[in-house]
């Protein structure tokens, strides 16, 4: 478990030094100095300095800073020391004061970030969230070059059902639903998981040809029998129900259910198939937990289950392609990222999905390790690509975050100097500066929040 945690520190750190890399190597691009970078925040482990940058690891592996000559915190600790009289300057003095007091402590104020032009500091802060893409595209292509692509290929058209009657067939590619383009099986996932009573209007391919159809689901009600569990493909469990026959009977969240009643499970559908055939009776868990297989005895309860049924199945099984396919789908693999996390945040400020869905470092850092050791049985070659797609997923995740026009952060920055460019002057810097103070407050509550709920889900 502890190497589970440090694989995913070291996945999370990486992603950051390529967002914090990005404005670095820009901001050398354009003659800025850059007169720290830093991952992590807090104390300094170890550092070093090379040319005009002082390289820094930090006490707390989460984050990172490319801190730039003109920087407001850096001005503010080149000055801090001779402030008392600033009151009665006058913003031209002050600046004349800063570059004085610049000189003298060694920096060469024509190489600041601020003396640049608006279009070189837009690409430096630019350079984070587009670097961070590029690390997922890099991602994306090992992962599509190893596994493939996942098309929307329709698997299993059931008989007398909402799918015949719309004409589909087994083969069909679906393209596109209800106006929404599909590209990968996700994508159609996706889109049922939160509009399941929705009629669909789907376009599909059959032998090269375009056809369209509409599927209306059936809306169906039925008695199961259910222990309360959330599990993944590969057996492990997600989540326990609250007051279920699971969670009284001792399953945990992170159990990996290996068999039932002594038959070996491969996915989640052999588990869910042993539980519904169960009668109501008693049945025994084989769970890894902790190194060890445990054995939990639970007893199924009957519920009463509504769902809606298009009548067709997609399993969504990758399929390889070529080099040129390989680029291509990787570039839509980011597109499919970037969309995803877009819509997820609209989701979340409609209350489709809730803030428990949000993750801070210690949730992230938390599901990163359990797809590590859920990934274990398949071999170490199917742990760093399960890695790989979850670092391209968060990747992109803090690209767009980090382009989210919210003070303090990259776009945030990039309103101003957007604004800048636009009025041909720059916003007055009191200003800007009470914006980004009001935002990074707001941040860090919010961050405090995130990590408060990140570290009650762990017991």
């Known amino acids: 478990m502890v190497l589970n945690v440090i694989l995913a520190i070291l996945v999370l750190s990486i992603i950051v030094i390529v967002h914090e890399f990005g404005h670095f190597i820009i901001a050398k691009a354009n003659g800025i100095t850059v007169v720290e970078f830093s991952i992590g925040f807090g104390p300094k482990l170890i550092h070093f300095r090379k040319g005009e940058t002082e390289y820094c690891i930090k006490a ?21 020391s001779e402030e008392d009289d600033d009151e009665e300057l006058t913003d031209e003095e002050k600046e004349a004061k800063k570059r ?15 003396s640049k032009s608006v279009w070189a500091r837009i690409a430096v802060i630019a350079a ?15 992962i599509v070059g190893s596994l493939g692509y996942d098309p929307c290929d329709i698997d299993v058209v059931k008989d007398n059902s909402p799918a015949t009657e719309a004409g589909l067939q087994e083969g069909d590619v679906i393209t596109k639903v209800n106006g929404h383009k599909v590209t990968f099986y996700r994508d159609f996932y996706f889109y049922r998981a939160y509009n399941a009573d929705k009629t669909l209007n789907i376009t599909f391919t059959r032998d ?23 599990m993944n493909e590969n057996c492990l469990i997600s989540s326990v129900t609250k007051d279920s026959p699971a969670e009284k009977a001792g ?51 009957m519920v009463e289950v509504e769902s809606y049924d298009t009548g067709f199945v997609v399993y969504g099984d990758r399929v390889k392609t070529s080099p040129i396919g390989t680029l291509k789908y990787s570039v839509k693999e980011v597109g499919y990222s970037v969309k995803t996390v877009i819509q997820s945040l609209g989701m979340l400020f409609t209350g489709k999905i809730g ?10 850092v938390s599901t990163m390790s359990e797809i590590v050791e859920e990934s274990k049985a398949d071999g170490a070659f199917y742990v760093f690509l399960n890695l790989m797609n979850l670092a391209a997923l968060i990747s ?35 200003h800007e500066g009470i914006v980004n103070f009001i935002g990074m407050i707001l941040l860090v509550i919010l961050m405090v929040v995130v990590l408060f709920k990140d570290i009650m889900a762990l017991f």
């Not at 984070?128 to 090992?142: Q, Y």
């Not at 052999?270 to 769970?287: H, W």
């Open 100 to 114: 004085k007091l610049a000189i003298e402590n060694g920096y060469d104020m024509e190489k600041s970030f601020a």
């Open 396 to 430: 992109a995740n803090l690209g767009v975050m980090n382009l989210l026009p919210i003070p303090a952060l990259d776009g945030g920055r990039l309103v101003f100097l957007i604004i800048e460019a636009l009025r041909g002057k720059p916003v007055k810097r009191e």
């Open 208 to 230: 090269g040809e375009k056809m369209t159809t509409t599927v209306t689901p059936q809306h169906i009600k039925q008695q199961k029998y259910q222990v309360g569990i959330m």
């Open 251 to 301: 399953l945990k969240a992170n159990d990996v259910i290996k068999a039932v009643d002594g038959t070996a499970m491969e996915n989640s559908s052999n588990v869910t198939e042993a539980i519904t055939s169960s009668g109501g009776n008693k049945v025994v868990f084989t769970v890894a937990r902790d190194g060890k297989n445990v054995d939990v005895t639970v007893e199924p309860k």
């Open 355 to 364: 803030f428990d869905s949000l993750l801070g470092p210690v949730g992230t």
């Open 128 to 142: 984070g969230p587009v670097f961070n893409f590029l690390l997922a595209f890099v991602c994306a292509v090992v």
């Open 60 to 80: 707390l592996p989460f984050g990172g800073a490319c801190t730039m000559l003109g920087d407001e915190f850096l001005e503010m600790s080149v000055i801090q």
